[in-house]
């Protein structure tokens, strides 16, 4: 089934205690792609400047995305500067230059209005709810956020929250967006804002899934090799919508091999900088730590005879 | 089998966002000796003061507690006083007084010298190697620890650890004590230092078990209302020792479940203060909330067909 996605494409410069890398691809729309092109393809919407090399672009064809979508504007591609410390959960930002970014109007190609699933990637919920308006009649709308958003825009939000059914936020930002440090009771909260089902990825730690009374709790795969954790949200959210466009399925079942092969693909984009490592991944690949994460999270059932009497 | 524990029996005074008890029973020793209760007896070494109420020696008693090997001495009982913040996953300590701890000197009734299962709970590692010196041939030894070992006693502390099957430790303990951030490499690093498995407690994130190439990642029960921690990594202990010793095996299958099992006997220690809702827990909530976990945390195989020709 057919999939979009609209955000940023962008050049970052990242540094780690790894290493250091200047100038390399980025952007949420990219990591999205690039890892939901592995299920099928997929429709992109963004905008970059006359400076945006060819080879990417066609490196994004060639998985299967669809570019009709992605503007090409005079001036700079939007970028992107940080830097993680041992702890790399947390990413700081050293300077953000938006470029031709800043006047991002997200135009569908017509071709594009039936799309049936929707991520709307971490963008001003103004321009989320413009995306929507020229989406025919989704089946699945999905979009994710931060604490920007969240504390500058947050009316705007709340009126996207409304429209959307799936919401991917990270720990803090559950807790931010609900006003509740408890994470159960933030994501009951949240899901009295709009959306049927809320992922809250947690990074190194898993994801926990919230629909209704159901709850998924997915570990994280323990790397021994993390470069570069950039990008693992919009690939964890990428691995997931992708799964679900080619089952075109949401039950329950679906829903949880979707946020365990959304961590598989993160698993994989932070072994290396940039989208280096989903550009050598291959299917047989996911396949092996999918069974490694089902190996990894497994128990059997009690005995029956368990408790010693009277106890 | 039998399951020998030595640590400490404390009041302590806590204060967490959701209230605050003072002098309510506590130490590492007790929540352990309540939690593998449920399994089965427990052998119990530690020192109180004489202002330690006949009723809670009772209370472990009637649990199955053995209290031979809990000596009373003139002064007053170990008390610690802490706060949490919202942040539940670190205790800040107000204040310690050892007390009739400080001289303490474990020394084991003879009927506990043939214990199978030991359990080290976190005192001095010179302390824990005097109880192994008094424990003939053990089948398994567990023990914990903390950053002030750590740092303050570490060539002690590594003695112990030659002598030790299996460590308990936190995420900070475990980079602490390897030198090294990663989890996975600080694992593999401790698994040389004598451990031939590492339990890794990660709070609300659940634990990870490592044993030679074999990883476990258990996930944590998501509390809609967490009221005070303290205690939840010997709870935590408490189970999984408890049922060990009450299966007598260690193949990987009951590691897993030993593993869970702690998971859910510290998810309901810390549903309320003290050992409060250990006194009132039963064997079938304990059946209950594991049938949950595996609930919380299944998932499906992937399908055959799921790549795209050419992917």
Redesign the interface.
């Known amino acids: 089934m057919s999939l979009l996605v609209v955000g940023s494409v962008a050049f970052d410069s990242v540094e780690t205690?790894f290493g250091h890398r200047p100038e390399v691809l980025g952007g949420s729309a990219t990591y999205f792609s690039a890892a939901a092109?592995?299920?099928?393809p997929v429709r992109l919407v963004a905008v970059v400047g006359d400076d945006f090399p060819e080879a990417e672009v066609a490196f994004l064809a060639e998985r299967?995305v669809d570019v009709t979508g992605l503007t090409r504007r005079a001036g700079r591609t939007f970028r992107w500067k940080g830097r993680y410390d041992?702890?790399l959960n947390n990413a700081h930002t050293l300077e953000t230059h938006l470029n031709v970014f800043a006047d991002f109007n997200p135009v569908l190609p017509d071709g594009y209005r039936d799309s049936e699933f929707v991520f709307l990637a971490n963008i001003d919920p103004d321009l989320q709810r413009t995306v929507l308006d020229q989406v025919r009649s989704p089946r699945l709308v999905a979009c994710d956020t931060m604490n920007f958003w969240i504390t500058s825009k947050r009316e705007s939000l709340l009126k996207t929250l409304k429209r959307v059914d799936l919401l991917f936020v990270n720990d803090a930002e559950a807790r931010q967006l609900a006003g509740e440090?408890?994470?159960?009771?933030a994501a009951?909260a949240i899901l009295t804002y709009g959306p049927r089902a809320l992922v809250v990825k947690?990074g190194?730690?898993?994801a926990?899934f919230f629909s209704g009374e159901q709850?998924?709790?997915?570990?994280?795969y323990?790397?021994?090799?993390?470069f570069d954790p950039t990008g693992a949200g919009d690939s964890f959210a990428g691995g997931f919508m992708g799964?679900l466009a080619?089952?075109g399925k949401l039950e329950p079942?679906v829903m949880?091999?979707a946020?365990?092969?959304g961590g598989v693909v993160a698993s994989f984009a932070v072994e290396q900088f940039s989208l280096d490592r989903l550009r050598s991944l291959t299917?047989d690949e996911?396949?092996v730590r999918?069974?490694e994460f089902?190996q990894?999270?497994?128990?059997?059932?009690?005995?029956l005879d368990?408790?010693?009497a009277g106890?």
Chains 1, 2 share one sequence.
């Open positions: 205690p092109s592995f299920f099928g299967g041992f702890d440090h408890n994470i159960v009771k009951r947690r190194e730690y898993g926990l709850v998924f709790a997915a570990s994280a323990p790397l021994p090799a993390l799964y080619r089952t079942a949880r091999r946020i365990v092969l299917p996911i396949r999918y069974a089902k990894l999270s497994h128990f059997d059932d009690l005995e368990l408790f010693p106890s």
